[in-house]
């Protein structure tokens, strides 16, 4: 609906007999006005023109019908369907005419074509109930509407894949999944690993959910056939970001959902055999491994996003992918300009492109399909059973963030080096060779079909990188490590990707409870500031690297070998700041970094 007070200037209008009233209908590009003649008695009728799909001559002949699919709440829709009376055939197909070309979005002066678009089914997928959803939910709302569609069963794994690289582009307007998200990400490395990539990048993507997870197509807020179908046959898209991959020994390829290692790639691959229960299959298989938790020994480095980075350029002549470098070991000493590392016992790593992760598990709420960043979420150190259970619970609101033993930030670059034999890593629900990955965001490399109205939610100030890194304190009491201080109003003098209770005199790269005049003890994980960060922190000597093992491909799964535990890290020793610091305990400093908030509070 156009706002208040904005005119929409009327395309066509005329009289007409609606359940046996006249009736002055008025189209618009945004409704359907239908104004009583007889005021008494009757209120004005307004039909969303976005909930309409298809219009045709009904079997009277001096008539015609608009069928459409109306919204009601939790993205469902309910079928209607409006039959209007004119005086004569010629205007019924007048009206008819006139309402293709305003629902396709096609100009008046130019002849209206149907939009042909392609559906991939992929008949194994999810609770493979693909092929009897599209026959009995689909392709009834298709059939006669003002888009064709074409449709190709997949045959065997890659089939989408090789399709959709060597098709005739000119043959399609979209290029459209029906399955899980693992059919959208084969027909997207198609797509883009064509040589006329950049002409493939411009015909929109689109998802008809029918998977278990269906992460993208909740995203999109389009959760059901119902409201997907719609959304493709308007054909209205948004730009999104690709995450460009490299891995030795493997072309680079690209995933527009998320990147997974650790505990959430366990229970996604793991649950498989489960997919007969649908989304339920993540609870059975969350629950054994909260219950069992694997550690994996590895290295995670990123690169942050600042707000004055901005939103990036959006790939003109080549496609972006990670340089071979970032393969190779970095150096916890000497980390890459502009990067962070963290070393230690990863317990789960995300890197994610979309907000959800499933349609109940609301993995990153700070997260865009568009603004020219990736969302990493991970957990490093001891995890307490008790809290891991409570983030679980909290995953499908988003308040998981808040949990002390998560780190949440946004990065444009990462890369992974696990130091285990085995596991499981996993892009867009698809298992990957378990090795050293790099991913680099690609701004706004393609398109996807999405409803009209999209809006994702800013990043609070607090999440974004200044200077330091939010890392958690997630030890149990009897480790010496930092305590997770306790969350306090913002305060001017604390930097924004730093804890609250933090006391400004502490430099931000220094865990909150370890008192700077102090070595501290071995840590369960590491982190070590690049210099090229604003307001760089006091140089620190960073820890010794742990001892690099040899990665392999995925190998049958081991707990004993997951969970062994890396060579201890080197404490690391910290400049002491101007004034010296008395030593303090846990507790003793969670104090004094409350005091100390209190008091510069703005």
């Not at 069928?67 to 009206?95: I, N």
């Not at 997949?154 to 899980?180: I, Q, R, W």
């Not at 339920?280 to 069992?292: K, M, P, W, Y």
Request: hydrophobic share 40%; charged share 20%; glycine share 6%.
């Amino acid at each position: 609906v156009a706002p208040p007070g904005a005119i929409m200037e009327s395309v066509h209008s005329g009289n007409v007999i609606f359940k046996r009233k006249q009736y002055i209908l008025k189209v618009t590009s945004e409704e359907l006005i239908l104004i009583p003649t007889e005021r008494k008695g009757t209120t004005a009728i307004f039909i969303n023109t976005y909930d309409c799909f298809r219009v045709n001559l009904s079997n009277t002949a001096k008539s015609f019908e608009v069928h459409s699919l109306v919204e009601e709440k939790d993205y469902k829709r309910s079928r209607q369907l409006f039959t209007f009376l004119c005086l004569s055939q010629e205007e019924a197909a007048q009206w008819v005419s006139v309402l293709e070309h305003v629902l396709s979005g096609t100009p008046l002066d130019q002849p209206f074509v149907k939009r042909r678009v392609i559906l991939y089914i992929n008949p194994f997928g999810g609770t493979k109930k693909a092929v009897r959803t599209f026959e009995e939910q689909v392709r009834p709302i298709f059939d006669r509407s003002i888009v064709d569609l074409e449709v190709l069963q997949t045959t065997h794994a890659g089939h989408a894949k090789e399709h959709s690289h060597k098709v005739n582009l000119d043959t399609y307007s979209a290029f459209v999944t029906m399955s899980g998200d693992g059919l959208l990400h084969e027909v997207l490395n198609g797509l883009m690993s064509r040589p006329d990539w950049k002409k493939a990048a411009e015909k929109p993507l689109g998802i008809i959910p029918c998977g278990s997870g269906n992460a993208m197509a909740m995203s999109l807020h389009v959760p059901n056939v119902q409201a997907a179908s719609l959304a493709i046959i308007k054909g209205h898209s948004v730009p999104l970001d690709l995450i460009s991959l490299r891995q030795e020994g493997v072309e680079p390829y690209f995933s527009h959902l998320l990147y997974m290692w650790g505990l959430m790639a366990d229970i996604d691959i793991e649950s498989e055999k489960y997919r007969w229960a649908g989304s339920a299959r993540f609870t059975f298989s969350g629950i054994g491994r909260i219950l069992n938790l694997r550690k994996y020994p590895g290295r995670l480095s990123y690169r942050p996003w600042f707000p004055e980075d901005g939103q990036g350029e959006a790939p003109t002549d080549t496609l972006p992918v990670p340089p071979v470098e970032w393969l190779k070991s970095p150096s916890a000493q000497e980390p890459r300009p502009g990067w962070q590392v963290v070393e230690g016992d990863f317990s789960s790593v995300l890197v994610m492109n979309a907000p959800w992760q499933s349609t109940d598990c609301f993995m990153g709420p700070y997260c865009s399909l568009h603004d020219g960043t990736m969302d990493l979420c991970y957990l490093v150190g001891e995890v307490p059973t008790t809290k891991l259970a409570g983030m679980f619970l909290d995953m499908e609101t988003g308040k998981h963030i808040e949990s002390p033993i998560v780190s949440y930030t946004k990065c444009t670059a990462f890369s992974v080096e696990p130091l285990t034999p085995a596991g499981t890593m996993d892009v867009d629900g698809e298992l990957i060779p378990y090795k050293t990955i790099a991913g680099l965001i690609v701004p706004r490399a393609t398109r996807i079909i999405a409803p009209p109205g999209i809006v994702f939610p800013p990043v609070p100030a607090e999440r974004l990188p200044r200077g330091g890194l939010r890392v958690p304190s997630s030890q149990s009491a009897p480790q010496p490590a930092a305590a997770a201080p306790a969350r306090a109003p913002s305060a001017t003098a604390v930097p924004a990707a730093v804890p609250a209770a933090v006391p400004a005199a502490v430099p931000a790269a220094v865990p909150a409870a370890v008192a700077p005049a102090v070595p501290a003890a071995t840590p369960a994980s590491t982190t070590t500031a690049a210099p090229a960060v604003p307001v760089t922190p006091p140089a620190a000597t960073a820890p010794a690297p742990a001892p690099n093992a040899a990665p392999i491909e995925t190998a049958p799964s081991a707990d004993a070998a997951l969970t062994t535990p890396t060579a201890p890290v080197a404490a690391t020793a910290v400049a002491p700041p101007p004034a010296p610091a008395a030593a303090v305990s846990h507790e003793d400093g969670a104090r004094l970094a409350d005091a100390t908030t209190e008091d510069s509070t703005a």
